[in-house]
């Protein structure tokens, strides 16, 4: 039975990011794989610290973290995995801190400077792919979202996955509906209805391509 790790970097368990990664889990299930689910901020853990021990000559890390700490033992499943699901919203143009961190912790003891003489560019450490589907949800509305660059800014997080993994494909959910009930917060940027009528219609849909999402990766 093949093996998919989930993995929420949003710090809500129940909105947008969420339900999109819980669609994910439903279609890697549906496909027939065993699912494990993790909300990464319930785990204490920070980013890189250039400690370098993966880039050693002689290192025995084999691609996994040195450091010793609450998000060892995920990272350890994700390389053991088939595939992979991580979702975040955007905040500021850019994926959460938290996704950042675990980028940064999985990839680089995976990431090598070393040339690959055959086909040029820099040398896979990995000998096999997992393929990763990247989930982007945000309150800002898709032509804005092309306006701003989002699709290079956030792109540029899912090519070195594309690179270190082998394979990944993003999935964006556009002009989210950000809270549970408007009237409590200062916001008279966005139209409530609007929001309200576009989570209606549009958000079922972007539920569906994470459920796809999730079935396809089963059978990259």
């Known amino acids: ?8 970097a949003g710090p809500r368990k129940n ?15 549906q496909a027939g794989a065993e699912v494990e689910y993790f909300n990464l901020y319930d785990y204490n853990f920070l980013g890189c610290r250039s400690c370098f021990a993966c880039q050693r000559k002689g290192s025995t890390t084999e691609g996994i973290c040195a450091i010793k700490d609450d998000i060892k033992p995920i990272l350890e499943k994700c390389l053991n995995a088939d595939a992979i699901v991580i979702g975040t919203p955007v905040y ?12 940064e912790r999985l990839l680089f003891p995976n990431h090598t400077y070393m040339v690959d003489k055959e086909n040029g560019g820099l ?42 993994m082998g394979y990944a ?21 966005f139209d409530e209805k609007y929001k309200a009528k576009h989570r209606d219609e ?19």
């Not at 800002?140 to 699709?151: G, L, R």
């Open 1 to 8: 039975m093949k093996k998919v790790i989930i993995l929420n």
């Open 15 to 29: 909105f947008n990011t969420a339900k999109m990664l819980k669609e994910a889990q439903k279609g890697a299930e």
């Open 92 to 103: 500021f143009s850019y994926p959460t801190g938290v996704f950042r961190s675990f980028m």
């Open 123 to 164: 040398k896979r450490r990995l000998n096999k792919t997992i393929p990763t589907g990247i989930i982007f949800t945000m309150n800002c509305p898709e032509n804005m979202a092309k306006d701003v660059n989002y699709p290079v800014l956030l792109g540029e997080n899912v090519n070195v996955f594309n690179h270190i």
């Open 169 to 189: 494909e993003v999935l964006y959910a556009y002009d989210t509906y950000q809270f549970a009930d408007y009237s409590k917060y200062n916001i008279d940027l």
């Open 202 to 220: 549009q958000f079922p849909k972007d539920l569906e391509k994470a459920f796809d999402l999730g079935k396809r990766l089963v059978n990259e």
